[in-house]
């Protein structure tokens, strides 16, 4: 069960992850800050990695 609980966290973190860069992102495009927009693609990229992992876990436990 603590699994379970943990599995869940890592993926409302990797979703949070993904919300906040894709604002970030375009935020950034949207007033032409480049730093700013790539600073979102990276987090982005984070929450994408960090729920691939989640579901790559979620194959190998059934």
Do not use: H, I, P, Y
């Not at 979703?15 to 970030?24: A, D, F, I, L, P």
């Not at 876990?57 to 059934?62: I, L, S, T, V, Y």
């Amino acid at each position: 069960m603590k699994e379970l609980k943990m599995s869940a966290s890592e993926k409302a973190k990797a979703k949070g992850e993904q919300t906040v860069g894709k604002v970030k992102k375009e935020a950034g495009r949207m007033v032409g800050n480049e730093s700013k927009a790539a600073e979102g693609r990276a987090e982005e990229a984070k929450g994408n990695l960090r729920g691939a992992k989640e579901k790559v876990k979620d194959a190998f436990e059934d």
